[in-house]
């Protein structure tokens, strides 16, 4: 073993001294992964409770999910309402980190400040707000309200992501095309925008993501034949343990996955 | 940064003129509000959904059953002894969860921090798998593992940790691992970029001055790293304070917190005035918190500034 004994730190500490360290870390790593994958398998089980490993493997839970009709109608609702929150709170961030950034207003710094609220004010309180406020002009249930109120939480995300996008972004390149004739409006379409696009698209899966996976406004807001994925997940969650959840966690988990990796090559794309 | 920026005038391509100052000054202001209008939408849907709903409880909290201005919902929170104790427990989980978070959170972020920037990047994987991954999945997982005849008393009972099941979800110590695991992300991804962000020579600068490793560290390494540290905590504390799914699950009813209690309030007595108060001294609490830490840490930068 010689590699414990080579340095490991600029203190002379060798490979050997940070053992623990490695220990440490590898078994804090374990734990943040593993309940999250441990719900895979178990959805492949036959049983009605949950056992680990499964004694007899079967798709049946699988065939529960896709063939009952709440189940289905609920993740059609969430994926709409995640892709539609996508297209609204995306756009809505991107212009407002633009206009805040470039413009260098005495109120930009407030306004901002203002606009990540929805980040800092408890979650609980906008949905018994919104849900009180819905009820008077009869946004309850509806897709719209749903929408509305998840891209009012996932725009500050896409703020904070395009300002520090738009901070290694060298604005004079705009300032040129506009010397040389472009209108502003054609310099941040053919000039800025291609070059932050990638955060662009890392923002706008966030936005999607943020949608997809919220709970808490969505058991107060959406409701009947509108209810999300989450909001029949967290009921079946709080009544009964139903072996269902874990074939849905699974394919949450791929979903989220795939995105995450998605970013994670966005982002090795535009270092480049 | 750019308010007086020579752009807007580059178009006309001359050299500005004393004599135009004027027009050009009401011009620059007059570009200034029009970018600022493109911030439109993101504040009126703030003010739809963050500004009006919450103001709107505000005045149902000092509201009374007959309609009249009355503070009878803060004085039932002072006077009913189970409000009180939702405070207690709120802050008794978010101290306990962002105490757990920095003492398994500081050794994991340390530990990549002292990694090739490449390969830390790889084992970063296994803090943001979870960041990325619904929170109710999560919670369900824990459910699962922790239950009574779940994986892990089964394996604790078969290498004879201990003998007989133990009760390790639906109370208090379930809400803890639940939330630990969730919130520990939001600890180590700053706490780790400002572990960066020290300069290695001054590691090496103090051992050669003679420090050993353990001096070393804990004068000049973990200093420096305590705005990171601060910053992840505070994140970690208020986001505790307005949790409501893990709880609810995990805590099986023994953990009310205060927005458990909330909806137990609405779904039970329908009454709006008492839920109110209780959300508005959340958000006070939270804003007091947040103001505070961010004065006496001087937190803006690493909050708001890098991410």
Redesign the interface.
């Known amino acids: 073993m010689n590699w414990l004994k080579k340095p490991?730190?600029?203190?002379?500490?060798t490979h050997g001294?940070?053992l623990w360290?490695?220990i440490?870390?590898t078994i804090?790593?374990f734990?943040?992964?593993i309940?999250?994958l441990?719900?895979m398998p178990?959805s492949f089980s036959d049983s009605q409770?949950?056992?680990?490993p499964p004694s007899n493997w079967s798709m049946r839970w699988y065939y529960e999910y896709f063939e009952s009709s709440k189940w289905m109608r609920a993740t059609m609702t969430s994926l709409q309402v995640g892709i539609l929150t996508m297209l609204l709170a995306t756009p809505?961030?991107v212009?407002?980190a633009?206009?805040?950034?470039?413009?260098?207003?005495r109120?930009?710094k407030l306004?901002?400040?203002?606009?990540?609220?929805?980040m800092?004010?408890?979650?609980?309180?906008?949905a018994?707000?919104?849900f009180?406020?819905y009820g008077r002009v009869g946004l309850n249930n509806t897709i719209f309200g749903l929408v509305?109120?998840h891209?009012?939480l996932a725009?500050p995300l896409v703020?904070?992501?395009i300002t520090?996008a738009l901070r290694n972004y060298d604005?004079n390149q705009?300032?040129v095309a506009?010397?040389l004739?472009a209108t502003r409006i054609k310099a941040f379409f053919v000039i800025t925008l291609p070059q932050i696009k990638f955060s662009v698209v890392t923002c706008a899966l966030l936005a999607f993501?943020t949608s997809?996976?919220e709970?808490?406004i969505s058991i107060f807001v959406s409701g009947g034949s509108n209810a999300t994925l989450?909001k029949h997940?967290?009921a079946a969650?709080?009544d009964f343990?139903d072996p269902t959840?874990?074939a849905i966690?699974t394919i949450?988990?791929l979903v989220?996955?795939t995105?995450?990796l998605a970013t994670?090559f966005i982002s090795a794309r535009e270092k480049k | 940064m750019s308010s007086h920026n020579t752009a807007s005038l580059g178009a006309e391509g001359r050299v500005p003129e004393p004599l135009n100052e004027k027009s050009l000054r009401a011009q620059d202001i007059q570009e200034q509000r029009l970018l600022l209008s493109l911030a439109t939408p993101a504040l009126l849907a703030v003010i739809a959904i963050v500004v009006i709903p919450v103001g709107w409880l505000f005045y149902l909290s000092f509201t009374g059953s007959d309609g009249q201005f009355s503070l009878v919902n803060y004085q039932k929170m002072i006077e009913y002894k189970s409000y009180a104790r939702t405070f207690v427990t709120t802050f008794e989980v978010s101290i306990l969860t962002t105490l757990i978070c920095i003492m398994i959170g500081y050794p994991l972020a340390y530990f990549l921090a002292m990694l090739p920037e490449r390969l830390a990047g790889f084992f970063m994987l296994a803090v943001l798998l979870p960041f990325w991954t619904s929170l109710l999945v999560r919670t369900y997982a824990w459910l699962v593992l922790l239950q009574k005849n779940g994986i892990l008393n089964d394996f604790a009972m078969s290498i004879g940790l201990w003998d007989s099941p133990l009760k390790l979800v639906h109370n208090l110590t379930g809400t803890l691992i639940g939330m630990a695991h969730i919130m520990l992300p939001f600890l180590v991804l700053p706490l780790y970029g400002s572990m960066r962000k020290i300069q290695r020579d001054l590691m090496h600068a103090a051992s050669n001055l003679g420090a050993s490793p353990v001096q070393a560290f804990w004068k000049i390494y973990f200093p420096m790293s305590l705005s990171g540290m601060v910053a992840g905590s505070l994140i970690v504390f208020v986001l505790c304070l307005g949790f409501y799914v893990t709880p609810a699950v995990l805590g099986g009813g023994r953990v009310v917190m205060v927005s458990t209690q909330i909806t137990a309030i609405l779904e039970n007595q329908f009454d709006w005035g008492a839920a109110s108060a209780l959300g508005v001294v959340l958000l006070v609490v939270t804003m007091i918190i947040l103001t505070v830490a961010t004065k006496v840490f001087k937190l803006d930068a690493a909050l708001f500034g890098k991410r």
């Open positions: 490991a730190s600029d203190t002379q500490l001294d940070r360290l490695y440490i870390a804090v790593m734990l943040l992964v309940p999250t441990i719900v178990m409770y949950l056992e680990f809505m961030g212009m407002a633009y206009a805040l950034f470039v413009s260098g207003h109120a930009s306004l901002f400040a203002f606009l990540i609220t929805p800092i004010v408890p979650v609980i309180l906008i018994i707000g919104v009180y406020s509305l109120a891209a009012v725009s703020m904070i992501v520090s604005l705009e300032r506009r010397s004739g993501l997809f996976d709970v808490i989450t997940m967290f969650l709080r343990i959840i874990a966690s949450m988990i989220s996955t995105l995450l994670q």
